[in-house]
């Protein structure tokens, strides 16, 4: 399919939150170890996923929302269970570092990716009805960004 303005913004809006999360201004704050352990190895969690994800995805990963012209819809690995788990990723990594080191700022940053993840799948699952016959099924199958166990999200 081809990439529309709407594909551009999202990208871009995301660098912009990815390099904000990066440049802090606001002082941390003391957290328990407990809370630094567990942030931490949600953080490593969600960059395993991520990266699972990127390498399922294959040939036909994209940055953009609208699929590669010629992409096949993914259904196996960690696909079965979520929809989008490169966000999954990326929102565990993102949340659980905040937490890990203090981070207010990179917090506010998280929940704005939170959100924009969210309207960014909204937008692309759109695109993808259009170019799957079958991702309706697919979707009702699979949650959003967790498993269908949660229902937040789905």
Same mark, same amino acid.
């Given at each position: 399919?081809?990439?529309?303005?709407?594909?551009?913004?999202?990208?871009?809006?995301?660098?912009?939150?990815?390099?904000?999360?990066?440049?802090?201004?606001?002082?941390?704050?003391?957290?328990?170890?407990?809370?630094?352990?567990?942030?931490?190895?949600?953080?490593?969690?969600?960059?395993?996923?991520?990266?699972?994800?990127?390498?399922?995805?294959?040939?036909?990963?994209?940055?953009?929302?609208?699929?590669?012209?010629?992409?096949?819809? #993914?259904?196996?690995?960690?696909?079965?269970?979520?929809?989008?788990? #490169?966000?999954?990723?990326?929102?565990?990594?993102?949340?659980?570092?905040?937490?890990? #080191?203090?981070?207010?700022?990179?917090?506010? #940053?998280?929940?704005?990716?939170?959100?924009?993840?969210?309207?960014?799948?909204?937008?692309?699952?759109?695109?993808?009805?259009?170019?799957?016959?079958?991702?309706?099924?697919?979707?009702?199958?699979?949650?959003?960004?967790?498993?269908?166990?949660?229902?937040?999200?789905?």
């Amino acid at each position: 399919m081809k990439t529309t303005t709407q594909d551009y913004i999202f990208v871009g809006l995301q660098f912009v939150l990815f390099a904000g999360y990066v440049f802090e201004w606001l002082p941390r704050v003391k957290v328990p170890p407990a809370v630094t352990v567990s942030g931490m190895a949600l953080a490593v969690l969600g960059l395993a996923i991520a990266v699972f994800s990127v390498i399922n995805l294959n040939r036909s990963l994209t940055v953009f929302p609208t699929s590669k012209k010629g992409a096949e819809l #993914i259904e196996s690995g960690l696909y079965r269970w979520v929809r989008h788990p #490169i966000y999954t990723g990326i929102i565990l990594l993102v949340f659980g570092f905040a937490a890990g #080191i203090g981070s207010v700022h990179k917090l506010g #940053i998280a929940i704005c990716m939170l959100v924009l993840f969210y309207l960014k799948s909204t937008y692309e699952e759109k695109q993808l009805l259009k170019q799957y016959p079958n991702y309706a099924d697919y979707r009702r199958r699979t949650g959003r960004f967790f498993p269908k166990l949660f229902k937040i999200f789905r």
